[in-house]
């Protein structure tokens, strides 16, 4: 083999190895770039589902302050009193 000839050859190897180095990169960005891209996302999953739990609860919270003052109210009561001896006498 020729000077030339091991030259043309090494050079042909570096420039393969430089190329695959090159895609190597590239292949860790895109993969750094997804698993970034995930984690954001994961992030905003958990973020969404605070608030939603947030919301169920203020909402519950609400619903059963306003049911607690309406039993307070004698009238509410008497209605529930009449409402309930008018479905036991019904059946």
Known sequence: MTRYQRYSERHSYLQETAQLEAKAYELEQTTALAAEAKAVLDSWVR????V???QQKELSESIISK???????P???QQ????????????
């Open 47 to 50: 973020y969404e589902g605070q």
């Open 67 to 73: 049911i607690q003052k309406e039993l307070e109210n």
């Open 80 to 91: 529930i009193l009449q409402q309930s001896v008018a479905d036991v006498e019904s059946k």
């Open 52 to 54: 939603k739990i947030r």
């Open 75 to 77: 009238k509410v009561l």
